[in-house]
């Protein structure tokens, strides 16, 4: 089991910034891809970025070159940059890691990100 908690999520106006964080414990040793999805209102949920244990990253199109993906093998964190913040970026932002030789998926509990307009 592998549990997932984040912080950093508030209300800002848009072309703030924020930066979420994600603390991985457990069964951390097999923890491969880390990233972030978020899911808006009426929506299904999404992937925002991801990086891989060797340090490939992806990034949806929407986001790219205003977020920015990190992790830390060794704290076992992941995090994200986000600037130019919009009001279409608002929802739930949820961490997101695979584990194990399966991908098995494990979610935080999500955190609310809110950009005024």
């Known amino acids: 089991q592998v549990q997932l908690v984040e912080s950093g999520g508030g209300l800002v106006q848009a072309g703030g910034s924020l930066r979420l964080s994600c603390a991985a414990s457990?069964?951390?040793?097999?923890?491969?891809?880390m990233g972030w999805y978020r899911q808006a209102p009426g929506k299904q949920r999404e992937l925002v970025a991801r990086i891989s244990s060797g340090g490939s990253i992806y990034y949806v199109e929407p986001v790219k070159g205003r977020f920015t993906i990190s992790r830390d093998n060794a704290k076992n964190t992941v995090a994200l940059q986000m600037n130019s913040l919009k009001p279409e970026d608002t929802a739930v932002y949820y961490c997101?890691?695979?584990?194990?030789?399966?991908?098995?998926?494990?979610w935080g509990q999500g955190t609310q990100v809110t950009v005024s307009s």
């Open positions: 457990g069964s951390i040793f097999s923890i491969n891809t």
């Open positions: 997101n890691v695979k584990v194990g030789i399966r991908f098995v998926d494990y």
